[in-house]
């Protein structure tokens, strides 16, 4: 049974870890509020220039000579996922909930005969796939402080070498997307090759004919990989805003449980301590009694 010291030294540790706890929880609401801002700005760009794209590459087949070739339909080769997470912890099962998806979509392709290649962007999910799946990670960098353009286009280059070199099928982005301050949404996002279907509002709409110059084939040769950048980029900024608001909950749920167990200490000690006041008032008492 612990004692009156023990149970002191451990409302303070557990008091101290109350306060970094909290603090870690205000961190973390002001970068989100940043990286919010940062993902909301990013959207409505993607999505432009994913219509763009649809729109422009109406009417020319998967297979056409004309695109590139990392953009075109291939043959059964290996698929790529590139799978982005946190470089820290302490953000619940922000990380956990896309590794635990990635290592059933590589048993689904195992299955298939096609096994995959994994790129990790993020150092936890490097971390946790190297004990199971080491040997499908052919390529990992860690995420940084701030999405950067930068990554996204190195990145990016990185996909084209391995799908020129003919070791790659497809590739798809996996990551958690920020929806609100308490929730966010796995998604998995075909990039490679480009999806050039139009949206289903586009669809709805009339035909409407148009004139390119200098020419579809030119301007798809200059939009495709700048789509691909930024959908990358978009990924990423989404992820970096979802782990800020998990980091946010988690470090909130721990700051409530922390106050709550040194309630439960306190209530304790008082009890000890006034358990050991009684018993020297009654051995007082009975040494008196006794003279």
Same mark, same amino acid.
């Not at 990989?225 to 998990?246: C, D, F, R, W």
């Given at each position: 049974?612990?004692?009156?010291?023990?149970?002191?030294?451990?409302?303070?540790?557990?008091?101290?870890?109350?306060?970094?706890?909290?603090?870690?929880?205000?961190? $973390?609401?002001?970068?989100?509020?940043? $990286?919010?801002?940062?993902?909301?700005?990013a959207r409505?760009?993607?999505?432009?220039?994913?219509?763009?794209?649809?729109?422009?590459?109406?009417?020319?087949?998967?297979?056409?000579?004309?695109?590139?070739?990392?953009?075109?339909?291939?043959?059964?080769?290996?698929?790529?996922?590139?799978?982005?997470?946190?470089?820290?912890?302490?953000?619940?099962g922000f990380?956990?909930?896309?590794?635990?998806?990635?290592?059933?979509?590589?048993?689904?392709?195992?299955?298939?005969?096609?096994?995959?290649?994994?790129?990790?962007?993020?150092?936890?999910?490097?971390?946790?796939?190297?004990?199971?799946?080491?040997?499908?990670?052919?390529?990992?960098?860690?995420?940084?402080?701030?999405?950067?353009?930068?990554?996204?286009?190195?990145?990016?280059?990185?996909?084209?070498?391995?799908?020129?070199?003919? *070791?790659?099928?497809?590739?798809?982005?996996?990551?958690?997307?920020? *929806?609100?301050?308490?929730?966010?949404?796995?998604?998995?996002?075909?990039?490679?090759?480009?999806?050039?279907?139009?949206?289903?509002?586009?669809? $709805?709409?009339?035909?409407?004919?148009?004139i390119y110059?200098?020419?579809?084939?030119?301007?798809?040769?200059?939009?495709?990989?700048?789509?691909?950048?930024?959908?990358?980029?978009?990924?990423?900024?989404?992820?970096?805003?979802?782990?800020?608001?998990?980091?946010?909950?988690?470090?909130?749920?721990?700051?409530?449980?922390?106050?709550?167990?040194?309630?439960?200490?306190?209530?304790?000690?008082?009890?000890?301590?006034?358990?050991?006041?009684?018993?020297?008032?009654?051995?007082?008492?009975?040494?008196?009694?006794?003279?």
């Amino acid at each position: 049974m612990a004692n009156l010291k023990d149970l002191r030294n451990r409302i303070a540790s557990v008091r101290a870890t109350c306060k970094i706890t909290s603090a870690m929880k205000m961190v $973390a609401a002001s970068k989100l509020r940043r $990286a919010q801002t940062q993902a909301e700005n990013a959207r409505p760009y993607a999505e432009s220039l994913q219509d763009m794209l649809a729109s422009v590459s109406q009417g020319i087949p998967a297979h056409d000579d004309s695109l590139p070739a990392w953009a075109r339909a291939s043959g059964n080769k290996s698929p790529a996922l590139v799978v982005l997470t946190s470089d820290r912890g302490l953000c619940g099962g922000f990380n956990a909930s896309v590794v635990r998806d990635v290592r059933h979509r590589v048993d689904e392709l195992e299955k298939q005969g096609t096994p995959p290649i994994l790129i990790c962007i993020g150092r936890r999910g490097r971390d946790m796939l190297k004990r199971t799946h080491s040997k499908y990670i052919v390529h990992s960098m860690d995420f940084g402080r701030t999405p950067s353009y930068a990554v996204a286009q190195d990145l990016a280059e990185t996909l084209v070498k391995l799908f020129t070199q003919s *070791k790659l099928d497809s590739c798809d982005l996996m990551f958690n997307a920020f *929806k609100n301050a308490l929730q966010q949404e796995l998604r998995m996002r075909r990039i490679m090759p480009a999806p050039m279907d139009p949206p289903e509002e586009a669809a $709805a709409k009339p035909t409407v004919w148009r004139i390119y110059e200098p020419g579809r084939n030119e301007i798809l040769a200059g939009l495709l990989p700048l789509n691909m950048k930024t959908q990358i980029y978009l990924a990423m900024v989404e992820s970096m805003a979802g782990e800020h608001a998990a980091r946010m909950t988690a470090m909130d749920s721990a700051t409530r449980n922390a106050s709550e167990m040194i309630d439960r200490l306190n209530l304790r000690y008082n009890r000890l301590r006034q358990a050991a006041i009684t018993t020297e008032m009654i051995e007082i008492v009975s040494g008196s009694e006794a003279m």
